[in-house]
Structures are given as C-alpha cells and as structure tokens.
C-alpha cells in the first residue's frame, strides 16, 4: 500500500481563505475587524520567526496584527499589566503569548491572567476544563489543525483506535480530548509506556507528538492507517539541515493509508488554526454566530 499523503499546506490555505471570507463578511455587515494581539517577550529566534509569521498571515486575512515586543528582563508586573490591558480592549479578540517564556516568568500564572474568552491558544485552565467535559471552549491550535485534517479525510471518527505518542499539554493530552470527543476508543503513550510498537499497531489512528526524529518506524504502523505527523525535528544528514518528523515517512508511507508529511503537513495547520480561533472568538464576543468547520 502506498499512503495519501495528507497535504496540510494546500489544507491549510483552505481554511485560510474560509477565514479571509468570514473576516470580509463581518467588516462588511457588522463593521467588525477581528483582532489578534501576540506578546513576546525576549529574543528567542525560533519564536520571532514564529511571530513574524503569525503576524503576517493575520493580515493577510484581512485582520488587525497588535504585537507587543518585550524585552528579555520585563517583568511579571508588566507582563500581566499589558495582559490586563488587551483584555479590556474591545478591538483584541484574540491574546497569545509566545511560548516559551523566560524563565523568571511564571507560566501558568501568564497563561491563565489572559482572558479566556481571548485564548486563541486554548491553553487557559478555564479552556482545558472546558475540553475536558465537552463543552465549548478555544481548543488549541495544532490538535484542532490535525482534528480538522482526520475529519476532512475519514469524515466521521466514530469507533475508530486512536493512539496518541506524547502526553504534552500543548498537543498531547488536547488531542486525545478531541479524538473522544470524536467517540475514538482512544490510547494516550508516553515515555513509561510499555510495549509502544504494539500499541501503535492496534491503531487505526496514530498521532505522533514526541520530538524524537523518526522514531516510529514503518513496521509499527497497521496497514491502512493514518498517520499524523507532529513532530518537528531538525537533523543534520548528509552535511545538510533538514526537518524531519517523529515517524520515519518512508517506511510508514508504505504501510499508511494516509499519512502527514513533514514539513507541510500538522505545521501549516497550526497558524491556519490560530486564525480560525480569533475568527471564532470575534464572533463569540459579538454574539454573531460561528463560522462552520473552522472549530471542534
Ligand atoms: P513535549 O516534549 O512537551 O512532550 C513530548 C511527549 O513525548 C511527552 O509526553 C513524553 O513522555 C513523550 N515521549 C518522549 N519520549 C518518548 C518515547 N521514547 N516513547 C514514547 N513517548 C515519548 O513535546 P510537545 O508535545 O510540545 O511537542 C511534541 C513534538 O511536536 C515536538 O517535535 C514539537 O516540536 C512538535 N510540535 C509541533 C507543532 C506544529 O505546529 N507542528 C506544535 C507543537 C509541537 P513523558 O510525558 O513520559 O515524558
């Protein structure tokens, strides 16, 4: 068997421009323009670029971009201060603070003093909660990016065994919420999990999350399986740089029946998703009702 590579990029541009239509809609019958504030603080390079490229896209879809550069040494005081402020401002629908911090500023403690009606990330405890016991909430970005991906693809989840590698707050743990939520029969493995190739043969459904290159070889996947590929790991082979995944692609292509390539799959989904979430809070604020498909 060879697998249908799940073309996230292509995916992605869709969910794009679904957002770029809903956002010319709400300018022009309700006068509205979604928001998004991003807050970084310090000058970690992977989470400028990041940045730049959230940034970009916001206004590529027709929506307003606050960002707010912070130097390394802010401190907690004036970073919850400015939180507070984009809370009340009726213009920001949508607060992210990139990930990771300095470490003299408390996580959790940022996390959770964001407005969670404004938590495009998902990562409030009040949204954790609220995934927790199916009820509607912000659901973070790159589970939501590969949810979208696997309903695209099979249509309905109903029934299917999901394994979930990597029990993380960000993706792991998230994106088992929503397979259940998508009545999966769903398994979550981790470092302690014992047997892991034959947990991940059991699945119909097998969701990579760990940060180890290629760690999950061919012969672990059932045969018409499909693979979702987060992982982003950069190697050096053959002299050159490269993005790899957490699954070796090649030998999981061959027994897949669709898998995600890395980079241009879970990826481009994630920032798509961002999008889709400050759509959705626009719309939640104002009492207008939510785009279709673009949330769990
Ligand atoms: P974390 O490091 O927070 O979590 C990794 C998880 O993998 C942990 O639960 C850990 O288990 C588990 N793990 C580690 N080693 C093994 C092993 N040998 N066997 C089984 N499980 C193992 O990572 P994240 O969840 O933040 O990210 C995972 C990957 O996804 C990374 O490559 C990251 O770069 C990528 N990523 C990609 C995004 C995208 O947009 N495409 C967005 C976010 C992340 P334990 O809990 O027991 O330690």
Redo the contacts with the bound molecule.
């Keep these: 068997m060879v697998a249908q590579v799940i073309d996230g990029k292509a995916f992605a541009a869709k969910v794009r421009a679904q957002v770029a239509d809903q956002v010319g809609k709400l300018k022009e019958e309700n006068g509205i323009t979604p928001g998004l504030a991003v807050v970084l603080v310090g000058e970690d390079p992977a989470s400028q670029v990041y940045v730049r490229s959230k940034g970009k896209q916001t206004v590529e879809v027709g929506m307003n971009s606050y960002e707010h550069k912070l130097d390394a040494e802010t401190t907690e005081e004036d970073l919850l201060a400015l939180i507070a402020k984009l809370n009340n401002d009726p213009d920001v629908h949508g607060i992210l603070v990139q990930l990771p911090l300095p470490k003299h500023l408390n996580e959790d403690l940022v996390i959770n003093s964001i407005d969670p009606a404004k938590d495009v990330d998902g990562f409030h405890i009040s949204n954790v909660g609220l995934l927790g016991t199916g009820q509607k909430s912000m659901v973070p970005c ?1 589970p939501l ?1 590969c949810l979208m991906m696997l309903r695209d693809y099979h249509g309905s989840l109903s029934g299917m065994d999901a394994v979930v ?4 707050n ?3 743990k998230p994106m088992a919420q929503l397979l259940l939520g998508d009545s999966c029969t769903v398994t979550i ?5 014992k047997d ?1 190739p034959d947990v991940v043969r059991r699945a119909d459904i097998v969701v990579a ?4 290159p290629e ?1 999950v070889p061919g012969d672990w996947i059932k045969e018409g399986a499909t693979v979702i590929d ?4 950069r190697i050096e082979r053959d002299g050159k740089n490269k993005l790899v995944g ?1 699954v070796d692609y090649a030998s999981a292509a061959e027994r897949a029946g669709a898998i995600t390539p890395v980079p241009g799959g ?2 481009p989904m ?1 920032i798509a998703c961002l999008l889709a979430n400050t759509l959705t809070a626009c719309c939640r604020a104002n009492g207008l009702t939510e785009p279709e498909g673009l949330t769990a």
Excluded: E, F, W, Y
């Design positions: 790159t990016g590698i990597g029990r993380s960000i993706v792991g493995a981790h470092s302690r999990t892991l999350a760990v940060g180890r760690m987060v992982g982003i790991n957490d879970v990826g994630t």
